[in-house]
């Protein structure tokens, strides 16, 4: 007998939330290893947090909603005072990535709008003031010479980058993680750590989305798949 298939996913949906799968982990029951954990903040660059960004005006009202410029901030300023390992995972774009043969949609216009374009790959003028570039409120922490920058992720997730290795050459086990775009690279990020075996938790308000929608997809996507989701507060509190 066939069973329709928006009335199954409903009973599947049902019964996923009544076993509390989409529950995260209790704030009160998480405790971290500090010498083996990280903090982790993707794509925290112009493009998406600076008002003279290429995608700023996609972002604006949830980053002021959630408060994500100044929450990323104070993460990135407690773990530098708990001496907490910090990692950027970054989006660059460098011409030679014009030629790819093949973009998603979103890429495709990533590649249009000029996005985390860095007009040169080696040459270190060509990254300052980009769009690329860090926020400058952010600099200070990125480059002081003790946050590991990876290598750009050239997607959304750290598959194509050395994120993970650098992670376990630190001997990383459990990464915190927030940045942009939350529906997007930092979705990605988690996913692929997850996979990887790490223990990832999320900060809900340390991020941000193209509205809304997105910014609760991502929510949901954190609460079915990471081990935990906290707050910047609860974040802060776990560092300290």
């Given at each position: 007998?066939?069973?329709?298939?928006?009335?199954l996913?409903?009973?599947?949906?049902?019964?996923?939330a009544?076993s509390?799968v989409?529950?995260a982990?209790?704030?009160?029951?998480?405790?971290?290893?500090?010498?083996?954990?990280a903090?982790?903040?993707?794509?925290?660059?112009?493009d998406?947090?600076?008002?003279?960004?290429?995608?700023?005006?996609l972002?604006k009202?949830n980053?002021?909603a959630?408060?994500?410029?100044e929450?990323?901030?104070?993460?990135f300023?407690?773990a530098?005072?708990t001496q907490?390992?910090?990692?950027?995972?970054?989006?660059f774009?460098?011409?030679?990535?014009?030629?790819?043969?093949?973009?998603g949609?979103?890429?495709?216009?990533?590649?249009d709008?000029?996005?985390?374009?860095?007009?040169?790959?080696?040459?270190?003028?060509?990254?300052?003031g980009s769009?690329a570039?860090?926020l400058?409120?952010?600099?200070?922490?990125?480059l002081?010479?003790?946050?590991?920058?990876?290598?750009?992720?050239?997607?959304y997730?750290?598959?194509s980058?050395?994120l993970?290795?650098?992670?376990?050459?630190?001997g990383?086990?459990?990464?915190?993680?927030?940045?942009?775009?939350?529906?997007?690279?930092?979705?990605?990020?988690?996913r692929?750590?997850?996979?990887?075996?790490?223990n990832v938790i999320m900060?809900?308000?340390?991020?941000?989305?193209p509205?809304?929608?997105a910014?609760?997809?991502a929510?949901t996507?954190y609460?079915m798949i990471?081990?935990?989701?906290?707050?910047t507060?609860?974040?802060?509190?776990?560092?300290?």
């Open positions: 007998m066939k069973i329709n298939t928006i009335l996913s409903t009973l599947l949906i049902t019964a996923f009544g509390h989409f529950a982990e209790p704030v009160a029951e998480i405790t971290i290893d500090k010498s083996s954990t903090l982790l903040i993707t794509d925290p660059q112009n998406f947090l600076s008002e003279t960004g290429a995608a700023y005006g972002v009202d980053l002021k959630v408060g994500t410029v929450h990323i901030e104070a993460l300023k407690t530098k005072e907490l390992p910090v990692f950027v995972s970054p989006h774009y460098y011409p030679h990535d014009d030629h790819w043969q093949h973009r949609a979103l890429q495709q216009t990533i590649n709008i000029d996005m985390f374009h860095v007009s040169h790959s080696i040459d270190p003028t060509a990254f300052k769009g570039d860090f400058p409120r952010y600099k200070k922490y990125i002081d010479g003790k946050t590991t920058i990876t290598s750009p992720h050239k997607v997730g750290p598959d980058n050395d993970v290795l650098q992670l376990r050459k630190r990383v086990q459990t990464v915190l993680v927030g940045g942009m775009a939350a529906n997007l690279c930092t979705d990605s990020h988690m692929e750590l997850v996979e990887q075996g790490f900060i809900n308000d340390a991020v941000g989305a509205g809304e929608e910014y609760q997809a929510l996507n609460s990471a081990n935990a989701v906290v707050s507060e609860q974040a802060l509190n776990l560092m300290k």
